[in-house]
């Protein structure tokens, strides 16, 4: 049974709008989440990360939203851009084991 | 600083033969996953180390077995492989800030 899911496979947004990637999860343990990006014929590179104590982080243009309550996370980039254009894997962690959603593909449309 | 190095980064098998593939990291870290990346399945954790000499099971570790002999090398190894093995393995490795710093994968196919 997945741990971290999430539920959209694909998402095509326009340049310069933002980008909400959705990411929900069902281990109240995990203490902390990452957001993964992976290009074609790449490892995964970590983007950016949120403790369980927090409900928001932000890097730049990548912030990530934590709703504890509801088991929620999301990524919003903003504003998009085609370099942007990859696939997105969430990830909780517990005891130093990352799981991971099964990836949202994002086309960034100039 | 190379980070996560694997090899092979392509290889085919036939059913019932044996391989290794090697993970080697540079960056001193303790901890070192196995990961296969199916399509809608993400990346699911074979097996992990959490330091020299040491091996865990992760989601999926049947037919897989694995060896931390030193700490900056960690081995998986399919004994006889089927073509449920067909996938992408990533390596990865942690030290406990800012998530694991994975490998550029390898391409397994079973045929």
């Known amino acids: 049974d997945q741990q971290v899911k999430q539920n959209s496979p694909s998402l095509s947004v326009q340049e310069g709008r933002i980008s909400i990637l959705n990411c929900d999860y069902t281990?109240?343990?995990?203490?902390?989440f990452l957001w993964y990006k992976k290009y074609p014929a790449e490892g995964p590179t970590f983007l950016i990360s949120?403790?369980?104590?927090?409900d928001k982080n932000e890097d730049g243009r990548f912030t990530v939203f934590l709703n504890k309550s509801a088991k929620h996370l999301s990524l919003h980039i903003v504003p998009s851009q085609p370099g942007d254009s990859a696939v997105y894997f969430c990830?909780?962690?517990?005891?130093?084991?990352?799981?991971f959603g099964s990836g949202t593909k994002l086309n960034v449309k100039p | 600083n190379a980070g996560v190095t694997q090899t092979p980064k392509f290889r085919v098998l036939k059913t019932g033969q044996s391989m290794t593939l090697l993970c080697a990291q540079d960056?001193?870290?303790?901890?070192m996953y196995w990961y296969r990346q199916d399509p809608g399945m993400g990346l699911r954790l074979i097996h992990y180390?959490?330091?020299?000499?040491?091996?865990a099971k992760g989601e999926v570790p049947d037919g897989y077995n694995v060896s931390r002999l030193k700490k900056q090398n960690f081995l998986l190894g399919l004994e006889s492989a089927a073509p449920s093995q067909t996938s992408v393995y990533f390596c990865?490795?942690?030290?406990?800030?800012?998530?694991?710093?994975f490998g550029s994968g390898t391409r397994l196919t079973v045929v």
């Open positions: 990830a909780g962690n517990n005891f130093n084991k990352f799981y």
């Open positions: 281990n109240s343990m995990f203490d902390y």
């Open positions: 949120i403790s369980s104590i927090k």
């Open positions: 960056m001193n870290h303790e901890y």
């Open positions: 180390s959490v330091g020299e000499g040491t091996t």
């Open positions: 990865a490795s942690f030290q406990g800030n800012y998530g694991y710093t």
